[in-house]
Every structure is written in C-alpha cells, then in structure tokens.
C-alpha cells in the first residue's frame, strides 16, 4: 500500500499528532505518543514500539527515507506531505523529515518489584524536559535497570524530553510511582541501598559504597529530595562545591554519582 498524501494542517491526523505533542493529558488517556526525527523514530521501533501512522517529508521519502521504510511493519499507515507542510507541525528548530505515532502503554509501580535492580535510579518531582531527558539518558548509558519517576514530574514522553533522551528512554524500564516511600520500603526490604542525593551533609560520592544494588533518588530542581523520602534514605550523598556556587544542575549532578558508582563496580 503506497502513501497517502496530506496538503492542509486541517487534516485529522496532523491535528492528533499536534494534541500528541502539545497534550499530556491526551497522550496518557490515548495510549500513544509523538516521535519527531529519523534517530527516535528508528530507536522506538528497535524497541519494539508498535506504530499507528508514518508521516513524512516528501522529498525524504523519496530518498533517505527509504532505510527507514524497508524498517517499517507491513501495516503501518505512511503519509506524505509538502516540506513546508511538514515544517509547520516540526517543533525542532531544524525540522525533522519524518515522524510517527506510536502506541505506548505506560507502565505504573504497582507496589511489586519484577527484579530486584542493581542500578536504579528515582527522578522526585524532576520539573525541566531537558534535565528529564538526560538524566535519562545518563543512566542508560551507566546501566540501570529502570527508572522510577514520581507525581509531579514532568512526562517523560513528551517531546523535548524524547529529544534529550535521544531515544534511549525506550530500552529500559520508566515507571511512575503513586506512593514513593512505598518503593523505597519495597527496595530495602529487598536489600537494595536507597540513596538520596542532598544539597548539603551527606557523605562525599566516593565515600559511600555502591557495590551492592542501589537506588539513587534526585530531586527536584528548586527543593531537591522531598524531605519525607530524604528521611527513609540509606544514606545521603553530597558533591562538593567550592566558590560562590550554591549547587549544581540536577542532570550534571546525577551524571557524577551513576558514574561514581560505575567506577565503585568495574564498568
């Protein structure tokens, strides 16, 4: 089945994927989500990720876009359009040439561990998409096992957050917690570390021991750890900062305690 072409923003499913991207509430009630660019479209579908529809620019369907084609599942809708066109619902600064629809179940912590992880890391209340996103992708790359994120955080699968997780958000685990102190007690009582990482008076990174299974919470940007989760902590750790700096960047401080612990282990 060859591609249908769409001409006018009015079409119904450029109107979808503009609620997809703009729509949080839209997003979880639907099931699916908004991908923008041949890196997260190729990554989600490497996942697995089960696609509705394809939408393309026609000049890279004609060309780069067939290495993705040649990917894509028998069923899935393909669509074409103008680049001007498909400029208008890009949110890159520089359009991308292709995007999709996927559908996406939203995994929930249901209060019972399905492994016991050796890496995990807890995003509190984490408001930025940029520093979601690479939190993320941090710690993918430092192998974690999953990622928790509680209520009040920013959705992890909206696009900006997708962009800065360059689509590793879609090989691990991401599950939202309802009731944080509940994982907690889950984790230890499974003997694995809980560590929070505070502002002030914790332990340097490299004076704590991450050889056994740990989890690492962050907090959110303006008040860090919730005071209650901050409390129920293993341990607390806490980077060092000389001069007139306050603290650092939630993302660049979760990056050199998962990569202290990656030293700790052997990577």
């Known amino acids: 089945m060859g591609p249908v072409s769409i ?16 729509n949080r509430r839209f997003r979880e009630k639907s099931g699916k989500i908004a991908v923008e660019g041949p890196n997260l479209v190729v990554e989600a579908l490497k996942a697995g990720l ?7 620019s026609a000049d890279y369907y004609e060309n780069e876009g067939r290495d993705i084609l040649a990917e894509l599942p028998g069923q899935a809708r393909q669509f ?15 359009p991308q040439p292709v995007a999709a629809i996927f559908w996406f179940a939203r995994p929930e912590y249901e209060g019972r561990l399905e492994r016991v992880p050796a890496l995990a890391i807890l995003l509190d209340r984490i408001q930025d998409p940029g520093n979601m996103g690479t939190i993320m992708r941090t710690a993918a790359g430092a192998g974690a096992n999953v990622i ?43 003997g694995v570390q809980v560590v929070a990482a505070a502002a002030r008076g ?20 303006a008040g ?19 001069g007139p700096v306050e603290s650092l960047n939630v993302a ?12 700790q282990r052997g990577f």
Request: net charge neutral.
């Open 7 to 22: 001409n006018s923003l009015d079409n119904p499913l450029l109107k979808e994927f503009a609620r997809l991207q703009n």
């Open 50 to 56: 089960f696609p509705e529809a394809f939408l393309f």
């Open 80 to 94: 074409v359009m103008p680049p001007a066109l498909f400029k208008k619902i890009a949110q890159t600064e520089t």
């Open 148 to 190: 928790y994120y509680t209520k009040g955080s920013t959705d992890p699968y909206a696009p900006k957050v997708l962009r800065a997780t360059a689509g590793s958000v879609f090989h691990l685990p991401v599950q939202q917690v309802s009731d944080s102190l509940r994982l907690s007690c889950d984790l230890k009582e499974k």
């Open 202 to 221: 914790g332990l340097l990174p490299w004076e704590a021991g991450f050889k056994r299974p740990t989890t690492l919470i962050v907090g959110n940007e």
């Open 224 to 242: 860090g750890v919730a005071g209650e989760l901050l409390a129920e902590a293993d341990l607390k750790v806490t980077i060092p900062l000389k």
């Open 252 to 263: 660049t401080a979760s990056a050199m305690i998962l990569y202290e612990i990656v030293r």
